[in-house]
């Protein structure tokens, strides 16, 4: 139904600190990989030399995920983002310097983006928790409806800053513009006054069990997780790898940048409607719009021309969003807030480990099967998974809580 008041959650002065500052953080963020990129080529290097230096940031990434998540339970989570924003802005500007300088490799450029990477662990699950800290819980759909919003202006607008800055000043230039976008956030996270986090008495490891029970004890958690392990593979593979691929067959390279501009516009119709529609049962919406996907894998792989394809894109950018939101929402309300890091750090740690195997998996079985097929195929895997996923009792009968969980609550 449609709600009243949707922007009631820019009242608080910590909900509108921390937007600013994400979205200046994510800003950058998303300018990171087109100016490390056109970097690594300026100075020489080959598509795989970049590929080292991509993996580089990628593999500590992962490696430091779930100590992400203890660190963002266990101190205050702005205090942290200040922290690790600093970091990235000095690692950043280190490979700067040397750009700029004329003094930079390869290597040295991978042993920045792996401290970069190391530091991006510690930041992501500390973003993740601090919405429901800073806005009433009868916000929070709002809230992150809002914070998706500048998500997706910053992923829309940094690789364009990117690439304009190195065209016309220069790859060093436009990694310096990214460091500078860290100490921004940083200052912005610095205004935040948030509570005092609990004093743990326990070991690392002691936390991350603590963290993987509450994860594994929550049965909706823990399918959307494993389902979302698939679903992000199989897009990964049939999507942005072999989308392209189909693309350059076809309506070319022009028409491939129209269909994901229309996704990155249902990106944001998505965060529209999330402000104003709301259910009481936020994971049957959420998997209703994750199916959207299905229609442009679908079309692809039939060939259709630009404009039937781009519509498919945009149905299905605004049912990302939808499910985006509907996700951080649930969990944000049934998971107690001292380990709600830690359980976001299990499922982005599901996330970025299935994103590059879907990506591996492209060449095999393409060298068996027709590019066509394989979309083809990978459209039915999506379906079938997102559909038994919907139909799961623990996700579809998940309702919206308003009232503060319980820590050791089972759902």
């Known amino acids: 139904m449609t709600q009243s008041g949707s922007l009631r959650p820019l009242r608080s002065a910590g909900f509108r600190y921390f937007l600013a500052a994400r979205t200046v953080s994510l800003f950058g963020n998303a300018m990171a990989p087109v100016a490390i990129a056109f970097a690594v080529l300026q100075i020489g290097g080959s598509a795989g030399d970049l590929g080292l230096v991509l993996a580089a940031r990628s593999i500590p990434l992962i490696v430091f995920m779930l100590y992400g998540g203890v660190v963002a339970d266990r101190f205050p989570r702005h205090r942290v983002l200040v922290v690790s924003g600093l970091l990235s802005a000095l690692v950043q500007s280190v490979a700067a310097g040397l750009l700029i300088g004329g ?38 759909q709002q809230a992150n409806a809002l914070s998706a919003g500048g998500r997706n202006a910053a992923f829309i607008g940094g690789p364009a800053l990117a690439g304009i800055v190195v065209a016309t000043a220069g790859a060093g230039w436009a990694v310096a513009v990214d460091a500078a976008t860290f100490v921004v956030s940083a200052l912005l996270f610095a205004r935040l006054r948030l509570p005092a986090a609990p004093v743990s008495t326990g070991s690392m490891v002691t936390e991350l069990r603590e963290g993987w029970s509450e994860f594994v004890s929550r049965t909706w958690v823990w399918l959307i997780v494993a389902a979302f392990g698939v679903l992000n593979a199989v897009y990964a593979c ?35 409607l999330m402000l104003y529609v709301r259910t009481r049962h936020p994971l049957r919406l959420g998997m209703v719009g994750a199916l959207a996907i299905v229609l442009p894998l679908t079309a692809l792989s039939l060939s259709p021309g630009v404009a039937l394809l781009a519509a498919a ?45 879907g990506q591996v998996l492209a060449g095999p079985l393409t060298a068996v099967f027709e590019v066509r097929d394989v979309v083809l195929a990978a459209a039915g895997v999506y379906a079938v998974v997102a559909l038994v996923t919907l139909a799961m009792p623990a996700v579809w009968n998940l309702r919206a809580e308003q009232s503060v969980p319980r820590l050791g609550a089972s759902a």
């Open 313 to 357: 894109a945009f149905v299905a950018g605004i049912g990302f969003d939808v499910f985006g939101v509907a996700w951080e929402t649930a969990l944000q309300q049934h998971i107690p807030i001292e380990r709600l890091s830690r359980v976001s750090s299990y499922d982005m740690l599901g996330s970025f480990v299935a994103m590059p195997v």
């Open 238 to 272: 049939a999507w942005v790898t072999l989308g392209p691929v189909l693309a350059e067959r076809t309506f070319g390279p022009q028409g491939w940048g129209l269909v994901l501009s229309l996704q990155a516009v249902g990106f944001m119709a998505g965060t529209v």
């Open 103 to 140: 003094a930079a490799t390869v290597a040295l450029l991978a042993l920045i983006e792996a401290v970069h990477g190391a530091v991006s662990a510690f930041t992501m699950p500390a973003q993740q928790g601090i919405v429901p800290q800073v806005v009433p819980r009868d916000q929070l």
